[in-house]
């Protein structure tokens, strides 16, 4: 077979939750919360079947759904996206962000992304011939060095990928950062995809920067989001992406040969649902308390952090334990201390090894304590 990637394999998030399994050990590696979901959103979906919402959604989504899309991205970042023209639903992130690579990546483009990096940007970059232009990010700070970044940009570069609050460090882009970017796109026909997955996940009475704030990013970047994330349904897959008319027409004529459309009972849920904004603007104190849970209860160990800013992932450094390679230590905690994590190094350029791994604290606090009376006997 002339395989179109052959570098990859089966993704970490697989081979940690599997591992996690056969061991009988404490997921804490791939993201997903293990408490129950609203009933309410629940009885929503239900409700929509019964409504016989239970054929083909619109291809662009339920008008419902992205009207009130639009409404909340409006009242949060004072940006207005058009329901018709500037709103499609998607089945989850995942589908976006591969749908928005496939529609704007010729041979040959360049990609910059910012490594460590959620792992689905490179393959699909590869699959549509495009070329990855790195700018690695370093533990602990994470921080970008924007003189890097603006070296890297040549006249192929065609797209940024941007991903704030950031998977897996838990950092996110300031103010200051939004503003530079803003700057040095200036005058280039660069797409940013602004991957805000996390928006809602954010701690320390902080403020999510979405490129929809910044009107020299806002048009020229299209911005994903997840439902998964903020209402604790990662098995749902759906989430949806904004984006000026002219580059959204383009991300619909692939979108519609794609999936089509997302499942289309749960935009009507989903739309009901969002009504009350309590529902996602409860979201950063819910996720803080279990930070701040996870973080007290290992303060003792042998572990060293700095506090995630947003997302529900922390990093914790081991060096003082030992000083093996992050890969070979993640797979020794799930086998013999029956814990489970990511190694931060598999989304590094050439493997760096920070010496961290990823763990997700969107767990009940009992589970937490579990994890955490095992962290600090390491
Ligand atoms: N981007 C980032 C940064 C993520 O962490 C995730 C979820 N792991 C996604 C995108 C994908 O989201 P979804 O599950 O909605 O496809
Ligand atoms: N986004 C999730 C994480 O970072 C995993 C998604 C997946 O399994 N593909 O853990």
Known sequence: INSKLPEVSTTIFTVMSKMANEYDAINLSQGFPNFDVHPKLIDLVTQGMKKGYNQYAPMRGLMSLREIIAEKTNSLY????????????????TQAIFTIIAAFIHPGDEVIIFKPAYDSYEPSIKLFGGTIVPVQLSAPDFKVDWQDFAQKITNKTKMVIINTPHNPS????SKEDMLTLEKLLKNTNIVVLSDEVYEHIIFDGQEHQSVAKFPGLAERSFITASFGKTFHTTGWKMGYCLAPKELM????????????CSNHPMQYALAEYLKT??????LPGFYQQKRDLFLSLIKDSRFTFKPAAGTYFQLLNYTKITDERDVAFAERLTKEHKIASIPVS????NQQDDKVLRFCFAKTDDTLEQAAEILCGI
């Open 277 to 282: 904004a309590e529902h996602y603007l409860s």
């Open 346 to 349: 598999v989304f590094n350029l």
């Open 170 to 173: 838990g950092t996110m882009l």
């Open 249 to 260: 027409t383009e991300f619909r004529k692939v979108h519609q040969f794609n999936v089509f």
């Open 78 to 93: 004072g940006s207005k996206y058009h329901p018709d023209t500037e709103v499609t639903v998607t089945s989850g992130a």
